[in-house]
C-alpha cells in the first residue's frame, strides 16, 4: 500500500490518521473544504490544523473538494487511485443537525454514498474505513437498567459491565436527526461490503478526543471542557446532574486500529470504538481531573434539560476489537488524555 485518502482531514480523527500514515511515509492525500467553521463558526475552523500537516508532511497533499459533490468525487478518485480510504468527513453534531436537516443528511449519509460508490467503480478490493458514531444505537442505551452512585450513572446489569456490544438495537428509538444520518451511511458502508463483497469498516465510536480537536459546545465532549478550564469560561451541564458517562479514547488509538484494519481488512465489519470502562467517566469527575491537572477551580452552571437523544451512560465494549485484532490496544490512558489536551489548550491560549 502506498497512497491513502483521508476525508475531514483536517479534523480530530482525519489529521490523526494523516499524521500516523504519513510517518510510514506513505503519500497521503486529504480532502477537506473547512465545513466545520461553517458549521461551527470561526470557533471551528480546521484551517490551521491543514497548515500545519502540509507545512510538516512533504508527502501530505490537500483537495479543498465537497463530498456532496457526487461527479467531482467520481473524478477525483478515479484520478488519484487509492490503496486505501478513511472517511472521518462528517457533520458532527446531533445538536446542530435539526437547525439544518439537509446539509447533515446530504454530508452524513449522500456524501458516505457518492465516496463508496466512487470506489466501487474504481476497485472492489480497496479498504474503506468509515468513522460511524454510537449515535446509531439511538437513546436505546437508555433503557438500560442504570444505578447512580455520587459522581455517575453505570450499569447495573453484570451483562453490560464491559459495556455495549456491536449487537445493541439500533431500531425503533430516538436517534437525533444526526444519529439518523450517520446510521444511514453506516448502514451503506455495511451493504457495500456484503453486497458487492467489498473490504469496508464502520468503526461506531464513542467520544473520539485528542489534542488536535477543536472542540466547540455542541461538539466535543472532553476538548471543550478542558478548554472551558483552561480559559476559565463558563461550562454548562445539561441534564443529568453532570453525571452521565463517556467513554473516551485517544485519537492516536483510534489511527492504530484504522492501520490494523487496512493490513488485515474484512468485509462489512462493525466495531464500537472507545475506550472502554478503563478511560470512562463522567462530566462531574472530568472536573476533578482536570482541576487536579490545571489547579484551576471549574466554572459550570446546570441546565435542567438534557440534550435530545442524549445518552445518560455509554461505555464501548471493546471485546469484539480485541479479539479480531489482538495486537491492538489501548495505550493511552484518560490522565494521559487529559494532559495532552491541556497542554494543547495553553499553548493556543
Request: aromatic residues 12%; charged residues 20%.
Amino acid at each position: 500500500m502506498k497512497k491513502i485518502l483521508v476525508t475531514g482531514a483536517g479534523g480530530l480523527i482525519g489529521s490523526e490518521v494523516v499524521r500516523f500514515f504519513a510517518n510510514k511515509k506513505m503519500q497521503v492525500i486529504g480532502i477537506d473544504n473547512n465545513m466545520r467553521s461553517v458549521f461551527f463558526g470561526e470557533k471551528g475552523d480546521t484551517t490551521w490544523n491543514i497548515t500545519q500537516l502540509e507545512e510538516t508532511f512533504f508527502n501530505f497533499e490537500n483537495f479543498s473538494v465537497d463530498i456532496r459533490d457526487r461527479q467531482t468525487i467520481i473524478d477525483f478518485i478515479k484520478l488519484h487511485k487509492p490503496d486505501a480510504i478513511v472517511h472521518t468527513a462528517a457533520q458532527p453534531s446531533h445538536d446542530l443537525a435539526a437547525t439544518m436537516p439537509f446539509e447533515d443528511f446530504d454530508v452524513n449519509a449522500v456524501g458516505t454514498l457518492n465516496l463508496l460508490e466512487a470506489t466501487r467503480q474504481l476497485s472492489t478490493s480497496i479498504p474503506f474505513v468509515h468513522l460511524s458514531t454510537n449515535k446509531v444505537y439511538g437513546d436505546n442505551p437508555n433503557s438500560l437498567n442504570l444505578v447512580e452512585t455520587d459522581t455517575r450513572y453505570d450499569y447495573l446489569d453484570e451483562a453490560y459491565f464491559n459495556g455495549i456490544s456491536e449487537s445493541f438495537n439500533v431500531d425503533q428509538c430516538k436517534h437525533s436527526l444526526f444519529g439518523a444520518s450517520k446510521l444511514a451511511g453506516d448502514i451503506l458502508v455495511q451493504e457495500y461490503g456484503r453486497y458487492f463483497n467489498m473490504p469496508t469498516c464502520c468503526l461506531r465510536g464513542g467520544c473520539l478526543t485528542g489534542p488536535n480537536h477543536s472542540g466547540v459546545e455542541l461538539h466535543g465532549f472532553l476538548s471543550y471542557l478542558i478548554k472551558c478550564n483552561v480559559n476559565e469560561i463558563e461550562y454548562k451541564i445539561y441534564g443529568y446532574k453532570g453525571k452521565q458517562v463517556r467513554d473516551n479514547i485517544h485519537s492516536y488509538d483510534v489511527a492504530n486500529f484504522i492501520d490494523q484494519f487496512i493490513q488485515n481488512p474484512k468485509v462489512a465489519a462493525v466495531y464500537n470504538i472507545g475506550g472502554g470502562r478503563d478511560n470512562s467517566i463522567s462530566i462531574l469527575e472530568a472536573f476533578k481531573l482536570i482541576e487536579s491537572i490545571s489547579g484551576i477551580p471549574m466554572k459550570y452552571t446546570y441546565v435542567d434539560e438534557n440534550r435530545i437523544g442524549d445518552h445518560i451512560c455509554y461505555i464501548s465494549n471493546l471485546e469484539k476489537m480485541k479479539a479480531d485484532y489482538p495486537s491492538w490496544n489501548i495505550t493511552k490512558d484518560l490522565k494521559t488524555t487529559f494532559q495532552e489536551i491541556y497542554q494543547a489548550w495553553v499553548s493556543k491560549k
